[in-house]
């Protein structure tokens, strides 16, 4: 059976996640960077992790190791609906909690819940929502901001569920390998990866950009990330609709690698949510195949 390491210990929104990756062995790994480390050396076949929720953004540890470590690719996302439960020990009550603790997407995901309901609680960051169990059951602090699963693992009781600043917050998760082969693609996919500009002149993003508007491809996330080494430069994230097999996915990325200092690929792979948009008039695979045929022909004298 395949092993998938994830962003644990047990408990965690990410052991959700990659339970919905089929029958596999899961395996916890304490932080992100971990995981991915565990995925490049070899020890598992894939790692989940977050890389996005709709409140709070980017999950930095995600990105940056998936920019500058050596090269792994998505082949298929999860998003999970994300409400919480506010666990503590046996007896302990609302006046108690000096401290509620909880990994900080989580906590920015319950700020004003945490300053109505427990005014004198100091927040604490972990490594994740399910570590914060951890400690609470350890007496080191007092409340933990987790996923409703984490109390199935740990002795500890719910002081409140359901619990979210923001309805319908959302958490977009990927199952990641050692570079290969995409898996095929389903009509409903997304290639992400991550580019940076040439040049640092007027327009240089706007031309990237155009390169998929060109081609009809929609853009559905992009996202800066600073050089780190390098004060005042970046790199950006890109997420669209398509497959690499597509010809005007491939176009694309050609045109990209042309014009870029730097294009890392980081996968194809069926939408979560299977919407499609629309390629559209002639720029459909056939389109671009009697386009290039065309060409050869011409090239050809024919
Ligand atoms: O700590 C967890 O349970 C996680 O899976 C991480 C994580 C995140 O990184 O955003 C996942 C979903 C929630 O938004 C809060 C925390």
Known sequence: MSRIAYFGPQGTFTEQAARTFGEATLVPVETVPLV????????????????ENSVEGAVTATMDSLAEDSPLVAVAEALLPVRFSILVREGVKHEDIKTVA??????AQVRDWVATNLPNAVP????????AAVHVHDGEFDAAVSAPVAVLHYPLVELATDVADVDNAVTRFLLLRRPGKPPEPTGTDRT???????????????????????RGINLSRIESRPMRGRFGEYRFYLDFDGHVSEPRIADALAALHRNSREV???????????????APPRSTASDYT???????????GL
């Open 102 to 107: 909880s990994h900080p997407h989580a906590l």
């Open 264 to 278: 890392r690929f980081l996968g194809s792979y069926p939408k979560a949510d299977r919407t499609l948009s629309a």
């Open 124 to 131: 604490v960051a972990t490594t994740s929502t399910a570590s």
């Open 290 to 300: 009697a386009a290039l045929d065309w060409v050869a022909k011409v090239q050809e």
């Open 192 to 214: 992400s990866l991550f580019v940076v500009i040439a040049h640092d002149e007027p327009g240089s993003l706007a031309g990237t950009l155009s390169e998929l508007a060109l």
């Open 36 to 51: 991915l480390a565990a995925v490049r050396a070899g020890e598992v076949d894939a790692g989940c992790v977050p890389v």
